[in-house]
Structures are given as structure tokens and as C-alpha cells.
């Protein structure tokens, strides 16, 4: 009999990004499965990364979650911060992405740049960022 590949890390995140989506959109288990025509237990599998989700049944999961397939495979912004934060919290996650949507909206150049330095300042000696002044750069 064949071995069972070993889940990588795409599987993973495969299966977290399912499950994401799922809650995001309030369905539950019950409901997702009853779609693609899978058991619930699979759809737990799936999301847990401990199968591999076959390709037809992506695609159904894409329909039912009303999403393209690309879905799965693409970085997001969210992947980039938790690989560079590895221990931050998903409260602090949240707080920080909703915090770059109005920082983008704030379309006074020098009153970013204020508060950049007042928020490396805030953050201490290892947050600080040289003179505090126009500097881009993100603590790491």
C-alpha cells in the first residue's frame, strides 16, 4: 500500500485559508461539507492540512465559498506579517491591519510622516527608527 504523502506547509495553508474563509462567511461545517458533497469530517481534514485536498473538490470549495481557486495560492499581506511576527496575536493582527487602512487614507504626506515618528517613538529604543524623520523602515 502506498504511503500517505506528508502535509507541507502549503497543505497548511491551504487548510487554514478553507477555514478562514468558511468562518468568515458563517457556514459551518455541516453546511460547507452539504455543498461540496464531502463529510464533514473531511472538510475538518482539509482544513487541518491532514488531507490534501483534491483538485475537483478545490473547485467546489472556490463555488461554494464564492472565490476563484487563486484564492489558496496567492501571499496576502497577512501571510507576509505573520512570517515576519511570527508570535503576534491575531487580536494585534486585526488591530494593525485595520490600522494600515486608515493610515493609507491619510493623504497628508508630512502628517504621516509625524505620526510614523511619534508611533517609533511610543515604541521605545527598539522601535526607534534613527531621527524618527522620513525614515520607511519597520522594526523587525
Same mark, same amino acid.
Given at each position: 500500500?502506498?504511503? /500517505? &504523502?506528508?502535509?507541507?506547509a @502549503?497543505?497548511?495553508?491551504? $487548510?487554514?485559508?478553507?477555514r478562514?474563509?468558511? +468562518?468568515?462567511? +458563517?457556514?459551518?461545517?455541516?453546511?460547507?461539507?452539504? @455543498?461540496? $458533497?464531502?463529510? %464533514? @469530517?473531511?472538510?475538518? +481534514?482539509?482544513?487541518?492540512?491532514?488531507?490534501?485536498? &483534491?483538485?475537483?473538490?478545490?473547485? *467546489?470549495?472556490? +463555488?461554494?465559498?464564492?472565490?476563484?481557486?487563486?484564492?489558496?495560492?496567492?501571499?496576502?499581506?497577512?501571510?507576509?506579517?505573520?512570517?515576519? %511576527?511570527?508570535?503576534?496575536? /491575531?487580536?494585534?493582527?486585526?488591530?494593525?491591519?485595520?490600522?494600515? %487602512?486608515?493610515?493609507q487614507?491619510?493623504?497628508? /504626506?508630512?502628517?504621516?510622516?509625524?505620526?510614523?515618528?511619534?508611533?517609533?517613538?511610543?515604541?521605545?529604543? *527598539?522601535?526607534?527608527?534613527? *531621527? $524618527?524623520?522620513?525614515?520607511? /523602515?519597520?522594526?523587525?
Amino acid at each position: 500500500m502506498p504511503r /500517505k &504523502p506528508r502535509r507541507t506547509a @502549503q497543505d497548511l495553508l491551504i $487548510g487554514r485559508r478553507l477555514r478562514d474563509r468558511r +468562518k468568515f462567511l +458563517k457556514q459551518s461545517l455541516q453546511e460547507l461539507s452539504a @455543498q461540496v $458533497g464531502v463529510s %464533514y @469530517q473531511q472538510v475538518q +481534514k482539509y482544513e487541518s492540512g491532514q488531507d490534501r485536498i &483534491p483538485a475537483s473538490i478545490l473547485f *467546489s470549495i472556490s +463555488k461554494a465559498l464564492n472565490i476563484s481557486p487563486n484564492y489558496f495560492f496567492t501571499r496576502t499581506l497577512e501571510d507576509e506579517v505573520r512570517e515576519a %511576527y511570527p508570535d503576534i496575536t /491575531k487580536e494585534a493582527l486585526s488591530e494593525a491591519m485595520a490600522f494600515l %487602512y486608515w493610515f493609507q487614507r491619510i493623504e497628508d /504626506k508630512p502628517l504621516r510622516d509625524q505620526l510614523r515618528a511619534m508611533l517609533a517613538h511610543l515604541g521605545g529604543p *527598539s522601535g526607534a527608527t534613527g *531621527s $524618527g524623520q522620513g525614515s520607511n /523602515k519597520t522594526p523587525k
